[in-house]
């Protein structure tokens, strides 16, 4: 088989939330010039929540948005920039105006699975301005595959030059993934992709499923490194896909090098399916929440599997991380 | 005699405050306007025997003497078309779009300023919400570094209006607890849940104060609470202050009357609320 894949690399972005959105200039730097030579279409930096996400409820970033976009930026020649863009967090005044003016290429605008319509001027903006705009549909486990379905064409009428799923919290079954992309790919006009989260170990299985089912974009990280349990380890797609014959373009031997420098120089404590991803999967919880949730549960002493349950059982959706201390509260009290 | 009002947009805003205004002792609503006459809220409308049409601002600026005071519940856009219109007809306007064009009101902290001025801005939701509570713990704590607002609101709460403004929204919520705090350090966020049922409105308000008096701020928090309450009786504080690494974090809940919208939607009652509570104080005030 010759069809071509497209590999999107979210390790600058998704695992910001593995290290508390603490990335520094220089591993920026580092990371972006030996990407740059491995033929990956595009990277994607930033806090974890994407442009204008830097909170006390997410957490604070430790550099700007314009250090971060301007510093990859700086050291790509290849490569495209991309970005993550949630409404409610972001606005097109504050933040991708001044994006794209800083050079970024690809704006990747998201909603909870179920609330496409909040993109429509984000995405209109980006087209507008002549860059690749992506509508990416979060926590998608939370909705059928007919409403998203019904979210991605929305999204595709406004203009999204492809669909993007996210299983935010690992939670899919081959299945579940294989349904979904089926369907969208069969009744979309632009491409599809998919982005895995590993709680449940099945990261790459899924991302491959997906493949099979017709997705043409698949996110992933190099050492997983991303929320939670991680994501699809991107060089572990890399040999796969090179060994069933897909055509990526990327030089694995470079992309191992990058690798390896994320786990020399980036990675505090090494990316692994910890009990609370695997009980943040079960809960259906986005994968980002836990390292509030283990601070919180400690401080407030109680279990963080009982919060992540309760999380999942209120149905919380990213940009909820306010929720954590409250329901903390509640089960101290219970206790 | 009732002070004459009107009401510009005919969605889930503008009815809902239809239903609030009959029920009010010092307002009448003389004019329901928009641009479709078989619009759900138009269909209610015609079901309570108020006179309607489908000719948006033009009905008052072909019969100004139908109101003194107008509620513009359309859209930021057309409330910038909408004032200069509604100046010019000496009309007094109390607007829940995000235009940001008027004063900014919160009943329970500037009522009487408000009486001074002839377009009064609603903010938004979450800044009705959260503004007074930060408001009040401004007035005890004079070095807060930093002031966050994360509100969530029910997907079904959130009509087409309110989604495609969610920028301005977010923009016009920070200018206006910047305005008020006199805190120039501030950020807001908006989630949409979509769980059924339907949660409630959810604001948590976090202030980066460094040694702060929680006994002070707490009491300080619980009277506007109660102030607050006063108009919007499904206002409650949810999540008390707590001190927890290096901020002040409480969470509000806010339940709707259920008027014309279910209870969940507490974000267009506190915001609509607050709007009958600004018109009934020009209304108690003309009378005197």
Redesign the interface.
């Known amino acids: 088989m010759t069809s071509k894949i497209k590999l999107y690399d979210v390790t600058l972005r998704d695992g910001s939330h593995a290290i508390s959105h603490q990335l520094s200039e220089q591993q920026i730097e580092a990371y972006a010039q030996l990407i740059d030579k491995t033929g990956i279409y595009a990277i994607e930096v930033g806090h974890g929540n994407g442009l204008g996400a830097s909170?006390?409820?997410v957490g604070k970033s430790k550099l700007s948005d314009e250090l971060i976009i301007k510093t990859a930026k700086n050291n790509l020649q290849n490569t495209k920039l991309g970005i993550h863009v949630i409404?409610?967090?972001a606005?097109?005044?504050?933040d991708i105006k001044n994006a794209l003016s800083w050079g970024v290429d690809i704006v990747r605008v998201a909603s909870?699975c179920?609330?496409a319509?909040?993109t429509?001027?984000h995405i209109g903006y980006v087209r507008e301005k002549g860059k690749e705009a992506y509508g990416l549909l979060m926590m998608s486990h939370?909705a059928t595959p007919e409403i998203l379905l019904d979210e991605a064409i929305k999204m595709q009428t406004y203009g999204a030059e492809a669909i993007v799923i996210l299983d935010s919290a690992g939670s899919y079954l081959p299945n579940d993934v294989r349904e979904r992309i089926s369907l969208l790919s069969q009744n979309l006009n632009v491409p599809v992709g998919f982005h895995a989260h590993n709680n449940l170990g099945l990261a790459i299985s899924n991302s491959l499923v997906a493949i099979e089912a017709g997705a043409q974009i698949i996110d992933g990280a190099v050492k997983g490194f991303g929320a939670g349990a991680g994501n699809a380890q991107l060089e572990v797609l890399v040999a796969l896909l090179e060994k069933m014959k897909y055509n990526t373009n990327i030089d694995l031997y470079k992309i191992l090098d990058a690798a390896d420098m994320v786990e020399n120089k980036l990675i505090k404590e090494p990316i692994s399916i910890s009990s609370l991803s695997i009980v943040s999967a079960i809960a259906g919880v986005f994968s980002g929440f836990s390292k509030h949730v283990k601070?919180?549960s400690k401080?407030f002493g109680v279990d963080p599997r009982d919060v992540f349950m309760e999380l999942g059982h209120?149905?919380?959706?990213?940009?909820?991380?306010?929720?954590i201390?409250?329901i903390a509260?509640k089960l101290q009290k219970r206790d | 005699m009732k002070l004459k009002v009107a009401i510009l947009g005919t969605g889930n805003i503008g009815t809902d405050l239809l239903i609030k205004i009959f029920r009010s002792k010092n307002l009448e609503c003389t004019l329901f306007s928009g641009r479709n006459l078989n619009s759900k809220g138009m269909l209610k409308a015609m079901s309570l025997g108020v006179p309607l049409s489908d000719k948006g601002i033009e009905a008052i600026v072909e019969n100004p003497e139908c109101c003194d005071l107008v509620f513009d519940a359309t859209s930021a856009a057309s409330h910038i078309l909408h004032a200069a219109v509604l100046k010019k007809l000496g009309k007094i306007v109390i607007d829940l779009t995000p235009a940001k064009l008027g004063l900014f009101v919160i009943p329970s902290v500037n009522l009487t300023e408000a009486l001074e001025y002839d377009n009064l801005n609603m903010i938004t939701c979450g800044g009705q919400a959260s503004i007074p509570i930060a408001y009040s713990i401004s007035q005890v704590e004079k070095h807060i570094e930093?002031i966050?607002l994360?509100s969530?609101i029910a997907?079904k709460s959130a009509g087409?209006g309110t989604?495609?403004n969610?920028?301005e929204y977010?923009?016009t919520t920070e200018k206006a607890l910047s305005h008020f705090t006199e805190c120039k350090n501030v950020?807001v966020?908006?989630?949409?849940?979509?769980?059924q049922p339907s949660?409630d409105m959810?604001t948590?308000i976090?202030l980066?104060i460094n040694n702060p008096n929680m006994a002070l701020i707490s009491e300080e928090v619980k009277k506007m609470v109660a102030t607050i309450k006063a108009y919007v009786p499904g206002y409650m504080l949810?999540?008390e202050p707590?001190y927890?690494?290096g901020?002040v974090?409480l969470?509000i809940k806010v339940q709707g009357l259920g008027d014309y919208l279910p209870k969940y939607a507490g974000n267009l009652d506190i915001i609509n609320s607050a709007a009958i509570a600004i018109a009934a104080e020009f209304a108690k005030n003309r009378k005197q």
């Open positions: 909170s006390v409820l409404p409610g967090f606005t097109i005044n504050k909870h179920t609330e319509d909040t429509e001027k939370m601070r919180v401080e209120q149905k919380i959706v990213a940009g909820q991380e306010d929720t201390i409250d509260i | 930093y966050e994360v969530t997907s087409p989604r495609a969610i920028d977010i923009e950020k966020i908006l989630n949409l849940n979509p769980a949660i959810n948590t976090y980066k949810a999540l707590v927890d690494n901020l974090i969470s």
